[in-house]
């Protein structure tokens, strides 16, 4: 049996002290097997501690710092288990920060649309948008709700037909002066890959084919969840609530990413379109 040379051992409370912990967590710890002191009185039952022992409590509280359960960490047996653990702790920690970037850059849109006092108008940009053919669904009595289920409808069409589609989607509204999430006047549209509108194709009732040609729109470039959508339309919305839609004026969505090709919400991308007025 090794000897201990009891006279470089220190008490719970200094080892505790060295440690930056307390007597109550050493005792936990040597509860559930992770820790031991060097040394317990017989008679007394102090516990007592070599100072070099302050390494392995640090490493202990490391891995309950990443949050690793207790249980797991009574179960190592290797190193190579600790640093696995600690891999995927900052595998995870990372796509966390990432996300939060992600946040960051969205809310700074937001405060600058929703809180500035910028004019609507400095906010857009003059683009070219087509031309496209779109493999359309109109609904009368739309809702914003379900967008995404009208896309997929359309998805479901497309592969039914085999026809290739982009990843990207429009949304026309037909009335777009009016906040109605309920019943709207809507039309939903996947772009094809395809140069000119297919002949000879039988689709389901209610769908069709439409060419949108070559326009030129102001857009605003949206990044984030399309929930908060309604609001920034609410800001261009405020010059042109007193306005009739003219003949031929297009109001529409580009969704260049969404939740078919993104792991995050704050990963969506979403030209607002307005027409050149």
Same mark, same amino acid.
């Given at each position: 049996?090794?000897?201990? #040379?009891? /006279?470089?051992?220190? /008490?719970?409370? /200094?080892?505790?002290?060295?440690?930056?912990?307390t007597p109550r967590t050493l005792r936990f710890y040597e509860e559930k097997g992770l820790f031991s002191p060097t040394y317990i009185d017989s008679f007394t039952k102090?516990?007592?501690? #070599?100072?070099?022992?302050?390494?392995?409590?640090?490493?202990?509280?490391?891995?309950?710092?990443?949050?690793?359960?207790?249980?797991?960490?009574?179960?190592?047996?290797?190193?190579?288990?600790s640093s696995a653990f600690l891999d995927k702790k900052l595998q995870n920690m990372q796509q966390d920060i990432s996300e939060k970037q992600k946040q960051l850059v969205f809310f700074q849109q937001m405060k600058d649309v929703l809180y500035s006092n910028k004019d609507a108008d400095l906010l857009l940009q003059e683009e070219s948008i087509g031309p496209f053919v779109l493999l359309c669904l109109k609904n009368e009595h739309g809702s914003y709700a379900r967008l995404f289920e009208d896309t997929q409808k359309i998805i479901t069409v497309a592969k039914a037909h085999n026809l290739a589609l982009t990843n990207e989607e429009m949304t026309f509204y037909l009335d777009p002066f009016v906040y109605n999430p309920k019943e709207t006047k809507l039309e939903v549209a996947s772009i094809l890959r395809l140069d000119t509108i297919p002949k000879d194709i039988l689709l389901p009732e209610g769908f069709y084919f439409k060419y949108l040609p070559k326009i030129t729109v102001r857009t605003f470039t949206y990044r984030g969840p399309f929930t908060y959508l309604a609001l920034v339309y609410q800001k261009f919305h405020e010059k042109s609530k007193n306005r009739q839609l003219l003949a031929n004026e297009l109001y529409f969505d580009y969704i260049l990413h969404g939740p078919w090709d993104s792991a995050s919400e704050y990963e969506y991308v979403t030209k607002l379109c307005f027409p050149q007025i």
């Open positions: 049996m090794e000897t201990i #040379d009891k /006279s470089r051992l220190i /008490s719970i409370q /200094s080892f505790a002290e060295l440690c930056k912990t102090y516990r007592y501690y #070599d100072p070099n022992l302050a390494r392995e409590f640090f490493k202990l509280k490391l891995l309950q710092e990443a949050q690793m359960p207790i249980a797991e960490i009574q179960a190592l047996q290797t190193e190579e288990i």
